[in-house]
């Protein structure tokens, strides 16, 4: 899929052309991978790989890979690619390097989060993951603001194999992967080998995700079969979560303003990088307003799985006030679900949040790996 200028320009042909986008063939190739390895599929995600057991307890140690294809991606191709990206996303993209990875956000003009991604720079552009299901309209949304600019925007999910790889192991196979030397394999940092991107992201155990050629991945995929098993990718989604990392999805597209998902604790925002689409309102928020709804993490225990964008109530919220609203859920190996949730502050407290009703499941709050707000 492209979205273009009004008139297209030399870039749009070039990115259709471009041997590193086909797609469909690479997306195929991709999936033998995984249905080789014995995955089951529910509906476009791996739900598993057939060993329960033992897929939990690679989940318990930590020590797993897994299919990342419910991510989707964009790819931003030409010369004026970090300046049409500066004035339409919240970080600094001049952050985003061959070397370093951020998390943004882009809004709508009045600060809604559309999407939330993690960028980092490619030769000629920059590519950015973000939920698959999110790609079409955040091309639709970004495509309106090209203009005369010479930017190629393109969904480049089906060109691109994605896995994930966590695990106080994985540095050091990685490491040992192509025996090439670079940045150090670290929260946010940047490698490429053999063809195949290694991000590192946030969270406890070390955790990366790999973008490239399904040949290459592949490759690699059945290479690290004897020292980590492959587990469902709702695994990864647990380990965002826990990680105090935010996704929007279809449900909760224009809910939140970036700082209510702890984007500014994340690195997400660039304060003094100029305008943006929405940057009035973000920056106004932080500036002059005082911020009475933040994502935290918790836990519950309900029949059925929570979604994205659920409603929270509180005794202490008003019959008029909405308490919250889920942001993410998945499965905790302990049996209930870790969830995170944007709630009213005034509500945070033991016992003090419900989901779904007055009377539904209590959250039980747990503590975010990091800090809400600055040191005194």
């Not at 041997?19 to 991709?30: F, S, Y």
């Not at 949304?141 to 480049?156: E, I, P, Q, S, T």
């Not at 490429?192 to 290459?216: D, K, S």
């Amino acid at each position: 899929m492209l979205v273009a200028a009004p008139e297209r320009n030399e870039l749009d042909i070039d990115l259709l052309t471009s041997p590193t986008l086909r797609q469909h063939v690479m997306n195929a190739e991709w999936q033998a991978v995984l249905q080789q390895a014995g995955a089951t599929w529910l509906q476009e995600t791996v739900a598993h790989f057939g060993q329960p057991e033992a897929e939990e307890q690679a989940l318990r140690l930590g020590e797993f890979r897994c299919d990342l294809s419910h991510r989707g991606l964009i790819a931003v191709r030409g010369p004026d690619s970090a300046t049409f990206l500066q004035g339409q996303l919240s970080c600094d993209v001049q952050q985003a390097t061959l070397e370093r990875s951020v998390l943004g956000a882009y809004c709508n003009p009045q600060g809604r989060t559309l999407a939330c991604f993690r960028l980092w720079q490619e030769e000629g552009g920059y590519l950015l993951t973000l939920p698959r299901a999110l790609v079409a309209p955040t091309l639709t949304c970004l495509g309106r603001y090209v203009l005369r600019a010479k930017v190629a925007l393109a969904d480049a999910s089906d060109s691109v194999g994605r896995m994930g790889v966590a695990g106080s192991h994985a540095v050091g196979l990685l490491e040992e992967y192509g025996s090439t030397r670079g940045p150090s394999l670290a929260a946010d940092k940047i490698r490429r080998v053999n063809q195949i991107t290694i991000c590192g992201v946030p969270g406890c155990p070390p955790r990366f995700e790999l973008y490239g050629p399904a040949q290459e991945l592949g490759a690699l995929w059945n290479q690290l079969s004897s020292q980590l098993l492959a587990v469902g990718t709702e695994s990864w989604r647990l380990l965002d979560i826990l990680a105090g990392i935010p996704t929007v999805y279809p449900a909760t597209v224009a809910a939140f303003v970036p700082q209510m998902l702890n984007l500014d604790r994340l690195g997400g925002i660039g304060w003094q990088k100029g305008c943006y689409t929405g940057q009035e309102i973000v920056a106004r928020t932080h500036y002059l307003g005082k911020l009475k709804r933040r994502m935290i993490l918790a836990r519950v225990e309900c029949p059925t799985p929570p979604q994205p964008g659920a409603a929270l109530f509180s005794p202490h919220a008003s019959a008029s006030q909405s308490a919250g609203q889920l942001v993410d859920a998945a499965r905790h190996p302990d049996g209930d679900f870790a969830v995170l949730a944007v709630v009213l502050l005034a509500c945070a407290e033991p016992g003090g949040l419900q989901l779904g009703a007055v009377d539904g499941p209590t959250l039980r709050l747990e503590s975010l790996p990091y800090a809400l707000t600055d040191p005194a």
